[in-house]
């Protein structure tokens, strides 16, 4: 791939070969997969979403079980680790979805989209406010962004204080929306997961 400036912002965790193909490992864990299997179906079901683009793929789980879902419309997924990618291409191939190199600050393909997704990326994000005005300007008509996390309030119960920096509570995501000229329009939970629905 040709050389490129870095898509992460310092002090953002990046993800080399190592930590991505640990990550494809964890994905494999039965409580992230029933997270994706939730999040895919959840988004699989909007008809009058054609475009779709997950903003920190990742290893390309949730566009890949979208697909699997018979969901017709065209699914983009974008990433700043070129690891994750390469990865991502390599498990979706013959089935019809972009991938590149990008970040929330920065989306390479020239176009707007019906939904736009974070699943598990949103608390990676650095500056989130400056995200989400960026993406909002690439929604179409009637678009929505869709942000799927951990709860912090579930994370903090079950798990320990010092994982609570990879969820995010109602109250954060609505101050994140407000500040970004977006708005809650639909909140839901599901098994210690948060899904935030902004336009």
């Known amino acids: 791939m040709p ?3 870095s898509m992460y912002l310092e002090g953002e965790e990046k993800f080399g070969f190592f930590l991505s ?3 494809l490992i964890a994905t494999k864990i039965p409580y992230l997969g029933e997270i994706y299997k939730f999040a895919s179906k959840d988004i699989a079901s909007i008809d009058r979403a054609k475009s779709i683009i997950d903003v920190g793929c990742g290893s390309g789980d949730l566009l890949i079980a979208i697909r699997r879902l018979k969901y017709s419309g065209s699914l983009y997924g974008i990433d700043p680790s070129v690891h994750m990618i390469n990865i991502s291409r390599l498990r979706s191939k013959r089935l019809n979805i972009d991938f590149a190199v990008g970040s929330s600050r920065d989306i390479p393909f020239k176009r707007k989209f019906d939904l736009i997704v974070s699943s598990l990326s949103f608390h990676h994000w650095k500056e989130k406010e400056k995200s989400l005005r960026y993406l909002k300007s690439l929604l179409n008509d009637g678009g929505t962004i869709r942000i799927y996390e951990f709860e912090k309030s579930y994370v903090e119960r079950r ?9 995010i509570s109602e109250k954060e995501i609505t101050n994140y929306a407000k500040k970004s000229g977006l708005r809650v329009v639909e909140l839901k939970r599901h098994k210690g997961m948060i899904r935030a629905s902004l336009a």
């Not at 798990?159 to 969820?167: A, D, E, K, M, P």
């Open 3 to 5: 050389n490129k400036k």
């Open 21 to 23: 193909i640990f990550y």
């Open 159 to 167: 798990w320990f204080r010092g994982v609570s920096s990879h969820s």
